[in-house]
């Protein structure tokens, strides 16, 4: 229906490294919404909605700063903060849908891409069940073809049974015909955790969205459900729990201004709103 945006259909994959080791993989599928594309959307979809109610929905109050109306001027913002120029870039969400009114996104991943399909930088926007939210933005180093590889200091609490202090290596395939994300975590005793969504990309369109739908029924309920599943299945193993630190405020951005080195905490920008 659209140029830019589409459905990505695939799985996620988690691989706990240590202190013992544990597997989880669930078929799943992801929107992926060019922001100056959501009027289009909206209007050309029975089964999909932009800030209203329909059995799929994109609210944009579930990211940036939670302003509805104004999340294309929020990552403009973020963007110039990090030294990127954001005119002319279109903006490309590889999230999770509402369903039935109902999402939980532990990862957003925001592609920002000029005409001639260059990422000129990659935002990613963690959330945790405690109702906080951390976007990382890191500018794409020039001359990198093919998957992106960047890296930060992770600052949100997101699970029980992992450290704060660590550190986020991301490997990036962007959307294409097949899109990839991985996330390998470690800490300073290494590897800690791999975390990897791949997908193939298929037509965003009510004949697709309602294959999908009964397909993957409830699947935004069975994503927060299958975080609390997993975690007593890591409980009942005896893996150390890490009590929750409150972030300093429930939305905030830290901006990456180069990609870091082995030691990134000595080259991050911090700033938080």
């Known amino acids: 229906m659209t140029d830019s945006s589409a459905i990505y259909v695939g799985e996620v994959m988690h691989a706990r490294h240590r202190p013992r080791r544990h597997r989880l993989r669930y078929n799943v599928f992801s929107l992926l919404i060019d922001l100056a594309e959501l009027e289009e959307l909206d209007g050309g979809l029975r089964l999909f909605g932009h800030n209203r109610r329909a059995l799929f929905s994109f609210h944009d109050g579930d990211h940036g700063d939670g302003k509805v109306g104004g999340l294309r001027n929020w990552v403009d913002a973020q963007l110039a903060e990090a030294g990127v120029d954001p005119a002319g870039l279109r903006i490309r969400l590889l999230c999770y849908p509402r369903i039935l009114g109902y999402v939980f996104n532990p990862l957003t991943v925001y592609f920002c891409v000029t005409s001639s399909g260059e990422v000129r930088a990659i935002l990613y926007e963690v959330c945790n069940t405690f109702n906080e939210r ?107 729990v890490h009590r929750h630190r409150k972030a300093e405020k429930p939305v905030a951005i830290t901006i990456v201004s180069r990609l870091p080195s082995p030691e990134p905490e000595r080259e991050l920008q911090r700033l938080s709103t």
């Open 134 to 240: 951390h976007t990382y933005v890191i500018p794409v180093a020039p001359g990198q073809d093919g998957r992106i590889r960047q890296a930060c200091a992770k600052e949100l609490y997101v699970s029980p049974f992992v450290p704060m202090n660590c550190r986020y290596d991301f490997r990036v395939d962007p959307p294409a015909e097949n899109v990839r994300v991985i996330i390998n975590e470690s800490d300073r005793e290494g590897p800690l955790l791999r975390a990897i969504f791949s997908g193939r990309r298929v037509e965003l369109s009510d004949r697709r969205l309602l294959s999908l739908f009964l397909g993957y029924p409830l699947m935004t309920f069975k994503v927060i459900g299958g975080i609390h599943w997993e975690a007593l299945k890591i409980w009942t193993k005896g893996i150390p």
